[in-house]
């Protein structure tokens, strides 16, 4: 079952402080990825909280391999 399709009780958010540090980039970074629509997220209050799975769904579609040869 797809992140957008678990029930919101089991998605677990994160603050952009905490996608900040497990992505290892600075909050800045985080809030120019969400309001670009990149990376999902929710606004509760004046604060954004993105599903963590979308954090992990996110690296993985930006991972640059590189290539043999």
């Known amino acids: 079952m797809a992140?957008?399709?678990?029930?919101?009780?089991?998605?677990?958010?994160l603050t952009v402080?905490?996608?900040a540090?497990?992505?290892r980039v600075s909050k800045m970074t985080v809030y120019r990825l969400v309001?670009?629509?990149h990376l999902p997220a929710i606004r509760v209050?004046?604060?954004?909280r993105v599903p963590e799975q979308a954090v992990h769904e996110y690296l993985r579609e930006?991972?640059?391999?590189?290539?043999a040869g």
Do not use: K, T
Request: charged share 20%; aromatic share 10%.
């Open 17 to 19: 402080a905490e996608v």
């Open 3 to 13: 992140a957008d399709q678990r029930p919101l009780n089991e998605v677990q958010f």
């Open 62 to 67: 930006s991972y640059v391999g590189v290539e």
């Open 45 to 48: 209050g004046r604060s954004f």
């Open 35 to 37: 309001h670009s629509g």
């Open 21 to 23: 540090a497990v992505m």
